[in-house]
């Protein structure tokens, strides 16, 4: 590169630092936003939800009541339920690829319709769930427990169900009771009979037995990058990082539009004389953009980390890629924004609707599990879904360097495209 290309890099961050209260504003208007949205999300992640929750379930029993319990879940319209081994179940939900994952242990079905009469232990039902989207737990849970209830209700009030034949049996059998508690006993069974054989076969499906109890044990995972209360989910890193992209990113179009600002003075005439060439000038803007774009976000997740907790659990490494990464993307979309604009009053236009565009479909307000199913596809084509994503393994997720490859790698995709487009599209006089 030539020395004019590092001079005007230069030149535009000498600018840029000189106005401080600019400077103040562009840090202090995302720290303020991602804190209010943090605490706001902080206890109970997102109030939406998603048009069906995508959960694993492992099966360790392989008795027909676990297999009966699994068959429940895989049929309800609110769950798309897939079928993995323990280990590859969390290590998805870490990831962020699945909602939850569901464990029945070894020995559920002899144990869960002894336990509904309280005549055994409970056996411990183990959900692994993303802690950044906690209203999901709630519903897991209660279509877990309907399904578990259903099965188990059935298998312990049918006469022709396992468990209700082994506990008759053990009161016809036991030794030491009074004749009269025997009787009793007898008498229910036979009553219990009687009504089912009455009764039509649906409603052996119901689960409103009074006096029982809930035949299992439920304890809940949280799938994050530690166990301890120092490296558990903490809603500020998601915030900070979805904050930070949208400043960043009107940060950029600003600098696009002061380009367009700049060729109506004489220093525009005076640059163009100058034996520099269109690729030379665009490119010290992008690079002084990119630079400019990084350091900022640097100073934004650092003020994440020192007042909010905000941690990288994952690759530091990894960070600083998926940021240089985005830096590269937001100067060479302002740049394509103030190409296509043109004049700085169209391109401030077209700047908010292409950045609100941007940082919706990016999870950066809303996370983007709450998108429809084809929205979230659709979110897969815009730079900033993948910007945020990076953050986010790279911070409360715990994820290795390899789970930032991918997202640099599509957001240098981009920055190469807006690029071109920009050096295409861009006028040279006014």
């Known amino acids: 590169m030539s020395p004019a290309f590092f001079a005007l890099v230069r030149k535009d961050l000498r600018l840029f630092l000189q106005d401080r209260r600019a400077l103040l504003l562009n840090l202090l208007a995302p720290v303020l936003i991602a804190a209010f949205f943090g605490s706001l999300f902080g206890g109970s992640g997102s109030a939406g939800k998603p048009s069906r929750?995508?959960?694993?379930?492992?099966?360790?029993?392989?008795?027909?009541?676990?297999?009966?319990?699994?068959?429940?879940?895989?049929?309800?319209?609110?769950?798309?339920?897939?079928?993995?081994?323990?280990?590859?179940?969390?290590?998805?939900?870490?990831?962020?690829?699945?909602?939850?994952?569901?464990?029945?242990?070894?020995?559920?079905?002899?144990?869960?319709?002894?336990?509904?009469?309280?005549?055994?232990?409970?056996?411990?039902?183990?959900?692994?769930?993303?802690?950044s989207q906690a209203v999901v737990l709630p519903m897991v849970e209660g279509l877990l427990s309907q399904a578990v209830m259903q099965v188990v209700g059935r298998d312990a009030m049918s006469p022709s169900g396992a468990t209700f034949?082994?506990?008759?049996?053990?009161?016809?059998?036991?030794?030491?009771?009074?004749?009269?508690?025997?009787?009793?006993?007898?008498?229910?069974?036979?009553?219990?009979?009687?009504?089912?054989?009455?009764?039509?076969?649906?409603?052996?499906?119901?689960?409103?037995?009074?006096?029982?109890?809930?035949?299992?044990?439920?304890?809940?995972?949280?799938?994050?990058?530690?166990?301890g209360p120092a490296q558990g989910y903490n809603a500020y890193a998601h915030s900070?990082?979805?904050?930070g992209v949208q400043f960043i990113l009107m940060l950029g179009v600003e600098i696009g539009v002061g380009l367009l600002l700049l060729r109506r003075?004489?220093?525009?005439?005076?640059?163009?004389?100058?034996?520099?060439?269109?690729?030379?000038?665009?490119?010290?803007?992008?690079?002084?953009?990119?630079?400019?774009?990084?350091?900022?976000?640097?100073?934004?997740?650092?003020?994440?980390?020192?007042?909010?907790?905000?941690?990288?659990?994952?690759?530091?490494?990894?960070?600083?890629?998926?940021?240089?990464?985005?830096?590269?993307m937001t100067a060479s979309f302002g740049l394509m924004v103030a190409a296509l604009g043109r004049t700085p009053e169209a391109t401030r236009s077209l700047a908010i609707v292409a950045t609100l565009l941007m940082v919706m479909l990016g999870g950066a307000w809303v996370p983007s599990f709450v998108f429809p199913e084809w929205l979230q596809t659709v979110s897969l084509f815009v730079?900033?879904?993948?910007?945020?994503?990076?953050?986010?393994a790279m911070t409360w997720r715990g994820l290795g360097l390899d789970a930032a490859l991918w997202p640099s790698a599509v957001q240098l995709g981009f920055a190469l495209l807006f690029a071109a487009v920009a050096v295409w599209r861009f006028r040279w006089r006014e």
């Open 240 to 243: 900070f990082g979805g904050m």
């Open 383 to 392: 730079p900033t879904r993948w910007a945020v994503d990076g953050i986010d």
């Open 165 to 227: 034949r082994a506990l008759r049996q053990e009161a016809e059998t036991a030794e030491g009771l009074p004749p009269q508690q025997r009787q009793d006993l007898a008498e229910m069974f036979r009553s219990i009979e009687k009504v089912q054989s009455q009764a039509p076969a649906a409603s052996a499906a119901g689960t409103g037995v009074g006096g029982l109890s809930q035949p299992f044990v439920l304890r809940k995972v949280e799938a994050t990058a530690g166990t």
């Open 265 to 328: 003075q004489d220093l525009w005439k005076r640059l163009r004389a100058a034996p520099l060439s269109r690729a030379t000038l665009l490119g010290s803007r992008m690079a002084s953009a990119a630079l400019i774009a990084l350091g900022l976000f640097a100073a934004i997740l650092g003020v994440g980390m020192a007042v909010f907790g905000v941690r990288v659990h994952g690759s530091w490494l990894g960070l600083a890629a998926v940021l240089v990464a985005f830096s590269a």
């Open 53 to 131: 929750i995508p959960v694993a379930v492992t099966d360790l029993d392989g008795s027909p009541g676990s297999t009966q319990v699994l068959e429940a879940l895989r049929a309800n319209a609110s769950l798309d339920v897939q079928i993995l081994p323990a280990d590859s179940a969390a290590d998805w939900v870490r990831k962020g690829k699945l909602r939850a994952a569901v464990t029945l242990p070894s020995g559920f079905g002899a144990q869960a319709g002894r336990a509904l009469f309280g005549a055994g232990p409970r056996p411990e039902i183990v959900v692994t769930h993303d802690p």
